[in-house]
């Protein structure tokens, strides 16, 4: 039986949103959203410490978003965890189109709505943040009928399947984590789009195709501003780039790290102190 390292976490100002959001930065299992706190899962070989959860929240403290933190940690068995996680998992709006159901909820859809089913499994991409929010809306925005998308950090690949649900032809999602692998083809498989999304286990520089008219990276600030060059490599001409998980204060380091030739914003949208910005390649 695995064990499991607990972190509750609270801050001042508490900002369910941006705390989380910072944490899904490290390798943890799951996040519990709570009134006034964050409980925290982590499996304990991933040597996720008080130490290092305290270093990237004192990034926070150096960027003025909060004031001080507090951290508690403790280890127990993984006996019942996950159904008690399942139960703060629940169906998702994102807008009059879009939903995002869990197997274990049950959902009527209204007419025209795209439902897409998943099986969370503690995968970074279950709708609730407002990360993933903002993409799934600008890909109702940008989707169109034909198109060839690839996601890219793909988590539970949840962005891929609503690209094809909402008219494209086909979908790449990638992922460097295993556990995003199987947890990926597992949603594909229950969404029957298998046989249009291809997940794979790489780094985007290894995918050979760049012909893609949708490139979606849903990722913290360091990483997308590692990849600029690798994404613009793959965005066709006349194509979009649809970047995410950056705070409203990061904005200029994005923009200025994206100014690459023919490559222009031309949207933003926003969810509290998140955004995500979309990007034009011209012909």
Same mark, same amino acid.
């Given at each position: 039986m695995k064990n499991y390292k607990e972190f509750i976490v609270t801050a001042n100002p508490f900002n369910v949103d941006l705390l989380s959001g910072c944490l899904w930065n490290l390798e943890i299992a799951g996040i519990q959203e709570m009134d006034n706190y964050l409980i925290v899962n982590a499996l304990e070989e991933n040597n996720i410490s008080s130490e290092i959860v305290e270093n990237l929240l004192n990034g926070l403290i150096k960027e003025n978003l909060i004031e001080n &933190?507090?951290?508690?940690?403790?280890? /127990? %068995?993984?006996?019942?965890?996950?159904?008690?996680? @399942?139960?703060?998992?629940?169906?998702?709006?994102?807008?009059?189109?879009?939903?995002?159901?869990?197997? &274990?909820?049950? /959902?009527?859809?209204?007419? %025209?709505?795209?439902?897409? @089913?998943?099986?969370?499994?503690?995968? &970074?991409g279950t709708g609730e943040h407002q990360t993933t929010k903002l993409v799934l809306l600008a890909l109702e925005k940008y989707v169109v009928p034909g198109i060839k998308t690839i996601d890219v950090g793909s988590g539970t690949a949840v962005l891929a399947i609503a690209s094809v649900l909402l008219g494209g032809a086909s979908a790449i999602a990638i992922d460097n984590d295993e556990w995003c692998l199987i947890n990926g083809n597992e949603n594909i498989e229950l969404n029957n789009v298998s046989d249009r999304?291809?997940?794979?286990?790489? %780094?985007?520089? %290894?995918?050979?195709?760049?012909?893609?008219?949708?490139?979606?990276?849903?990722?913290?600030?360091?990483? !997308?501003?590692?990849?600029?060059?690798? !994404? /613009?490599?793959?965005?066709?001409?006349?194509?979009?780039?649809? !970047?995410?998980?950056i705070l409203d204060v990061d904005k200029d380091d994005i923009k200025k790290s994206y100014s690459l030739p023919n490559l222009n914003v031309i949207d933003k949208l926003q969810l509290d102190e998140w955004i995500a910005l979309v990007f034009e390649l011209k012909n």
């Open positions: &933190f507090s951290i508690d940690e403790k280890t /127990y %068995e993984d006996q019942n965890w996950n159904a008690e996680w @399942e139960k703060t998992i629940n169906v998702i709006q994102i807008s009059d189109k879009i939903v995002i159901k869990p197997t &274990f909820k049950d /959902y009527i859809p209204k007419q %025209e709505q795209v439902v897409i @089913e998943i099986v969370p499994k503690m995968s &970074f999304i291809e997940v794979k286990n790489c %780094e985007v520089h %290894e995918i050979e195709e760049s012909d893609f008219n949708l490139v979606l990276a849903n990722i913290n600030k360091n990483v !997308l501003l590692n990849i600029n060059e690798e !994404l /613009y490599k793959k965005i066709t001409p006349g194509g979009k780039l649809i !970047l995410s998980g």
